[in-house]
């Protein structure tokens, strides 16, 4: 799955996002990597934040470029406050979208790909357990050869120390 790493914008069946970014797509390798939830502001934005944090997802609010201020006098909202995008981790969407799915007067785009959404997390989570435990030989030399690390760096100090107490010593 691709998400724009600009604007954080999921892309769904290669498709760009139409808000205006620049679009630097790039593939979601991490399930901890941020995307888009949603833009929302006012009254709405409390709701879902609130919910956000009852249910210990983590987010973060970001602001969206201001549309002018044609728009804050047209709709009396301080342009600031009503373009808020709230960004959470990707292994959260699922979760988030559902919270937002309650919220009937927020549209909520995610909805119509969380299957495709969850089969990525899944997909992203068996990979990283893939990585394979460090065999006991391995782990065993790992530990020899920190222990003559270790060994090294004390005489170093060792014999250093005694360098520059004698340099001193000749300086007086």
Not at 85 to 114: C, D, G, M, R, Y
Request: net charge negative; with cysteine.
């Amino acid at each position: 799955m691709k998400f724009c790493k600009t604007c954080k914008v999921l892309c769904f069946d290669n498709t760009l996002p139409a808000n205006g970014c620049k679009h630097k797509i790039a593939e979601i390798t991490d399930i901890n990597e941020p995307v888009r939830l949603c833009i929302v502001g006012g009254t709405e934005r409390a709701m879902l934040t609130g919910m956000l944090k009852d249910e210990g997802i983590p987010y973060m609010e970001e602001n969206v470029q201001p549309q002018g201020v044609a728009n804050e006098i047209v709709t009396g909202y301080d342009v600031k406050l009503s373009n808020i995008s709230l960004v959470v981790p990707f292994q959260a969407l699922p979760k988030a979208s559902e919270l937002l799915s309650s919220l009937e007067t927020v549209p909520n785009e995610i909805e119509p790909h969380i299957d495709e959404i969850k089969a990525q997390i899944e997909h992203l989570k068996s990979e990283n357990k893939e990585d394979k435990p460090m065999s006991a030989a391995k782990r065993t030399t790992v530990k020899v050869l920190s222990v003559i690390a270790l060994l090294i760096v004390i005489a170093l100090v060792v014999f250093g120390t005694d360098a520059l107490t004698s340099w001193i010593k000749s300086l007086f």
